[in-house]
Antibody, heavy 124, light 106 residues
Framework: QVQLQESGPGLVKPSETLSLICTVS????????WSWIRQPPGKGLEWIGH???????NYNPSLKSRVTISLDTSRDQFSLHLTSVTAADTAVYYC??????????????????WGQGTLVSVSS | DIQMTQSPSSLSASLGDRITITCRAS??????LNWYQQRPGKAPKVLIY???SLQSGVPSRFSGSGSGTDFTLTISSLQPEDFATYYC?????????FGQGTKVEI
């Protein structure tokens, strides 16, 4: 059973870079899309972006200028880097796998499993 | 981006009640719609994918329907563990987007 675990600093200073790692266990990191999703305290969910095991990445345009997602297949890890953070970036950050199912009319995708989430606060 | 709007934002219900949550997309998304349940302090968990397919292990009291722009999640008989926040999410095109959530309270 695949499990995901986020790790990284819980506190980042304004204008600095937020960096998180997601470690995948119980399954291969290959042949899947791996996502980062965040949730500000008391608010809804925002997809940040995803990466495939080829290294191809796709980002939410709202964050694209500040986000990089990368992959380390040798360690079964993928990471998130978010630059120039402000208080608005305070959130619980989740990593998740995109799961697929194919019907005759196309591919269906959803997030499963998820990591437990890690709270990152941006404050001086 | 495709905007997802849920209604209501919150609702009060009792054990055994049948409830329905609605999700509307800002453009047609066919049946590329997922539903998640999130309990306090936990990660979301998928309940329904492709508008109506029940995820393995999810109780049959959960059901989904809809196509195009309008979708519903129904819980046929509320159980104690169902008091949570529910989110819809479109997988029609990136950026994947979520509804703002519906909190189901006693």
């Amino acid at each position: 059973q695949v499990q995901l675990q986020e790790s990284g600093p819980g506190l980042v200073k304004p204008s600095e870079t937020l960096s998180l790692i997601c470690t995948v266990s119980g399954g291969s990191i290959s042949n899947h899309y791996w996502s980062w999703i965040r949730q500000p305290p008391g608010k809804g969910l925002e997809w940040i972006g995803h990466i495939y095991n080829t290294g191809d990445a796709n980002y939410n345009p709202s964050l694209k200028s500040r986000v990089t997602i990368s992959l380390d297949t040798s360690r079964d890890q993928f990471s998130l880097h978010l630059t120039s953070v402000t208080a608005a970036d305070t959130a619980v950050y989740y990593c998740a796998r995109r799961t697929s199912y194919y019907r005759t009319n196309g591919g269906y995708y959803w997030f499963d499993p998820w990591g437990q989430g890690t709270l990152v606060s941006v404050s001086s | 981006d495709i905007q997802m709007t849920q209604s209501p934002s919150s609702l009060s219900a009792s054990l055994g009640d049948r409830i329905t949550i609605t999700c509307r997309a800002s453009q047609s998304i066919s049946d590329y719609l997922n539903w998640y349940q999130q309990r306090p302090g936990k990660a979301p968990k998928v309940l329904i994918y492709g508008a109506f397919s029940l995820q393995s292990g999810v109780p049959s009291r959960f059901s989904g329907s809809g196509s195009g722009t309008d979708f519903t999640l129904t819980i046929s008989s509320l159980q104690p563990e169902d008091f949570a926040t529910y989110y819809c999410q479109q997988s029609y095109k990136t950026p994947w987007t979520f509804g703002q959530g519906t909190k189901v309270e006693i």
